[in-house]
């Protein structure tokens, strides 16, 4: 039961958010060949394509129809968008000092090994 719930969750989430609602108006696509088919018959389906999406939007008699063919708009308001905001607050506490104090240079260096695995091959540079 749970994965044929998954699937239809899908599928409405695929056929209502995704481009691939477009799907939806293929019958319309069928339905406005025939029409033109009535008007020319000798129109082949590359002509019809070729008229309805190789030449971009053109404004004709037939306009209202040839918005409703599929991919021949695009809408992408239904499309989510996720913004997320992660507010993290820090307590600072800078302390300020009335003296300019210079730090000092660390000329000096000390290793201290405590870790026996980091005694390995890396050392630090000797010098005699």
Known sequence: MKPAIAKFLIAIYLFSFTPL???????????????????????????????????GIVFDEDYEQD?????????????????????????????????????KINTSYSFYLSDAKLKGIFHPPKFS
């Open 21 to 55: 609602k477009e799907l939806n108006r293929i019958p319309l696509l069928f339905i406005h060949y025939a029409q033109h088919l009535e008007e020319d018959s000798t129109m082949t389906v590359a002509q019809f394509f070729d008229m309805h999406y190789m030449h």
């Open 67 to 103: 918005m409703q063919l599929p991919f021949k708009t695009f809408d992408f308001s239904p499309l989510p968008v996720f913004v997320f905001q992660h507010y993290k607050e820090f307590d600072i506490i800078k302390k300020t000092s009335p003296f300019i104090i210079k730090d």
